[in-house]
């Protein structure tokens, strides 16, 4: 019996994994978060398996739940959004795992700002603008940032900026961002990207806020800031460059 910690992605149904499409199919319970997994994810499970939303679940009905499975033999596919390796809360159900000796292993997906990146038709990273991409959160509503993590320091750095679970707070966001920035860095929110309900808003540190309130996003959204997002002119990458030494 394992327990499957499985990215299903940031909410398209069709940018699963096949790997991840393969263990649902083959796993007789499925846990997942209800308002973050779409229903046509959930269709690749057996026709009787057991279906548990976590929705209004705390983290030890949880365990309870992957225990019980154990207990019985049976395989579980544990649905996160996104990708496992970022903001899943997947880490203290694994700590929990390997205190009861129960086996698990990890299936990645693709992250919340991977799919930003591709609705915005943007990389992040431009050769001679921006090599570098911080992701971050808000922490109002969260656990609180370790100390060196606050925002106006990360934002010294002055590179590509992704903020998850932090869309509530934009006026406060762009206030500490716009010392380091300036108020004319672009910037983008995206909410709900890949779903068929996505909203992309584009700006600048100048107008993101009032945009989105416009637009009246307030949660499911992540905040993109930096030069790349708006940078026509580039240096190629030295990837393909004519310069480049390549071997045989």
Known sequence: MTVHFIGSGPGAPDLLTLRAQRLIAESPVCVYAGALVPPEV???????????????????????????????????????????????????QMRRLDELGIPWDVTPGVPAFAAAAASLRQELTLPGIAQTVILTRHSARSTVLPPG?????????????????????????????????????????????????ELIIRGTLATIAASTREAEI???ALILVGKALAAPEFCDSHLYSKERVRTP
């Open 149 to 197: 993590e606050e925002l106006a320091s990360l934002a010294a750095h002055r590179t590509t900026l992704v903020l998850h679970l932090a869309v509530q707070a934009i006026d406060e966001i762009v206030a500490v961002l716009e010392p380091a920035y300036g108020s004319d860095c672009p910037a983008a929110v995206v909410a709900r990207a890949s779903w068929p309900d």
């Open 218 to 220: 307030r949660r499911t």
């Open 42 to 92: 959930l269709a690749h499970a057996p026709a009787d398996a057991r279906l548990i939303d976590t929705q209004q679940l705390n983290l030890d009905e949880i365990v309870a739940e992957l225990r019980a499975a154990y207990e019985r033999g049976e395989d579980v596919a544990r649905l996160q959004s996104g990708d496992i390796s970022i903001y899943s809360a997947a880490a203290e």
